[in-house]
């Protein structure tokens, strides 16, 4: 296929990922550190670190105990749980039987559940507690043969075992099968499939993408070698596991050999951030689009002068920001002024910033979504930096990501040593190289449109600068192309209007109409508040959503940011969700991806509304 632009990293890696099993990297950071502390869970109220030797024994005995159970190499068996240690164990083990790890969400319903355990035949499965064994048991899944829960108490029995009494199995086999391990694990290979994760979609059913040891092994070394991370570090992690994103922090984590905390859960993220300490975190932009709310929420709250100081600290980020990306810096009054709000303004933001963060964070990666500028600088003007990358399920999430030594805001850095990018003709990114996933389980036809000569077509639209950093656009399939014939990209509308205080999430539409509207749900903290300040006389969502005070604050921040668009990317009519979205109510991925088709679908009658004229 024919491109406008391609970026070839020149800078080829070491390429251990031809080499070593990532089973095998694990077990060398064991052999380098084995009384280093690997990681740290809170137990009877504060943080106890665990050694790597604690974890190699732990996952022997769950791979003893999984082969005493017959599973076979090559059979796959999934994972159903939280972000914890117990899902580190079992992924682990379940390598070390040679079979394939499944990861599931903990947030899936039990159709989805079962759609997986299926679709890729699983044998066995691990599940958190009794919750998620309801799910198991609520399913028709005839080729589960074992179910093994971390959190058994009052549920073992049948096939059903504990994580404790895997444990127990494992040792029994292996005192009576020496060498039983080593034989296993030895027949491990590089292009040996290690997981197939299963891409959350936001239409049709999940398909699940076979990523290597190769695969995973390249990302852990390149991860390795950009120096975003070093042994010395500690980071926080509560992404959910079935997301590549979190597999390949984990993948990271066995090759550098740092500390990984486990929060306890995304709501005491806070709280954890203040026990930890962590020097990195890795999340997704939503984390981050809710971060910036609540401290604009925080420096608004006071109302008066402190309140308008604020905002006028903030519109001067907004003006620097619009000149730092363009390689300029402020002059004159505004260099001025902006020196003023430093010292009255963003210097209380960064000393809470960094308070609310434990004091040690040097830096955050972003991934998983496009991350709107706007926060990132805002961020950056805190002392904040936040690295943001790219990829995809489908190859082994890294592919590009800015560097702590050239962090190019607005964009989502340079390839990974050894991917190759390139931008076809229609805008599409094209993706090659070793994180490129073996294919579509069980789906050959589907994995001959994704992969083209060795290229991953990505459904992503963007452009390669001078420097060969890629931005991203939008995505293919959410392009609005309206009745006048202009492409508009939703994303970036979305993204800006994203910062206004009050609202939550934004879907603007438009395809093939005479101009583009929006479906808007309010931020909870945020709108309260407003509703307060201006006596609107109720702090109820429903009420708030068709408030005449609420939707005028909101027509005049869609007017501003008319102001700054061709007419064409203009919003002309907005309707205020009463509720906000939920992955539960079906409008949200795992990952915190509104799904476009289900918000238009659900939400079919105001979408007419707004196009009515």
């Known amino acids: 296929m024919s491109a406008s632009a391609m970026q070839i990293n020149p800078a080829a890696p070491q390429e251990p990922h031809k080499k070593k099993t990532m089973l095998k990297v694990f077990l060398e950071q064991v052999a380098a550190q084995p009384n280093g502390t690997a990681a740290r869970i809170k137990q009877n109220g504060v943080y106890q670190g665990l050694t790597w030797d604690y974890l190699a024994r732990r996952a022997k005995d769950v791979s003893l105990g999984l082969i005493s159970l017959g599973v076979q190499p090559g059979e796959r068996v999934c994972i159903l749980g939280s972000t914890r240690i117990e899902w580190i164990i079992a992924d682990l083990g379940v390598l070390g039987s040679a079979a394939i790890t499944v990861p599931i969400y903990q947030s899936n319903p039990a159709p989805d559940c079962e759609y997986i355990v299926n679709n890729c035949g699983a044998v ?354 959410d392009l609005i192309i309206t009745a006048g014939g202009k492409n508009v990209a939703p994303q970036n509308i979305e993204n800006t209007l994203k910062t206004f205080p009050l609202i939550s999430q934004i879907v603007v539409l438009g395809d093939k109409q005479k101009y583009l509207a929006a479906l808007i749900t309010l931020n909870p903290d945020n709108v309260k508040k407003f509703a307060e300040d201006n006596g609107v006389g109720t702090t109820d969502l429903k009420a708030l959503a068709s408030d005449a005070k609420v939707n005028a604050e909101l027509q005049k921040a869609i007017d501003e940011f008319n102001a700054t668009q061709a007419s064409y990317q203009t919003i002309k009519k907005f309707k205020v969700l009463e509720n906000d979205f939920s992955q539960e109510t079906g409008e949200l991925t795992p990952t915190l991806k509104v799904k476009r088709k289900a918000v238009a679908e659900k939400y079919k009658s105001h979408v007419d509304a707004l196009f009515k004229d």
């Open 124 to 477: 066995a499965i691990f599940v958190e507690d009794k919750k998620q064994l309801q799910k198991i048991k609520d399913s028709k899944a005839p080729g589960l043969k074992h179910i093994i829960v971390w959190d058994a108490e009052g549920v073992t029995g049948g096939n059903i075992v504990s994580l404790q009494d895997l444990e127990q199995k494992g040792k029994d086999y292996g005192a009576q099968n020496a060498g039983a391990y080593e034989k296993r694990t030895e027949a491990l290979t590089p292009e040996t499939p290690l997981t197939i994760i299963y891409t959350s979609g936001t239409t049709g059913n999940p398909k699940g993408a076979v990523l290597s040891h190769a695969n995973m092994v390249y990302e852990a070394q390149a991860l390795h070698d950009t120096g975003i991370i070093g042994k010395d570090d500690d980071q926080l992690l509560f992404l959910p596991m079935a997301h590549v994103f979190a597999k390949i922090l984990e993948c990271g984590w066995f090759r550098v050999g740092h500390v990984m905390s486990f929060a306890e859960h995304i709501d005491k993220l806070v709280a954890n951030m203040a026990e930890v300490r962590p020097t990195t975190m890795a999340a997704v932009p939503r984390v981050y689009e809710k971060m910036y709310a609540r401290v604009v929420a925080k420096g608004t709250e006071a109302g008066g002068v402190k309140a308008k100081l604020f905002k006028w600290a903030l519109g001067l980020s907004e003006q620097v920001a619009d000149l730092e990306r363009a390689g300029k810096s402020p002059g004159g009054g505004l260099a001025l002024q902006w020196g003023l709000a430093q010292k009255l303004v963003f210097k209380k933001i960064r000393g809470n910033l960094a308070a609310l963060f434990g004091g040690r964070m040097k830096v955050f990666v972003s991934g998983g979504a496009p991350l709107s500028p706007k926060i990132a600088m805002f961020f950056k003007h805190a002392n904040m930096t936040i690295l943001e990358g790219f990829g995809m399920t489908e190859t082994s999430a890294g592919s590009t990501i800015n560097r702590p030594h050239l962090n190019k805001i607005g964009t989502v850095g340079s390839p990974l040593p050894g991917t190759e990018v390139k931008i076809a003709q229609d805008g599409e990114i094209l993706i090659k190289g070793p994180g490129v996933m073996q294919g579509y389980y069980g789906n050959p036809e589907a994995t001959k449109e994704a992969i083209i000569d060795g290229w991953m077509h990505t459904g992503d639209i963007g452009v390669l600068d001078a420097d060969g950093y890629l931005k991203i656009t939008d995505r293919k399939k």
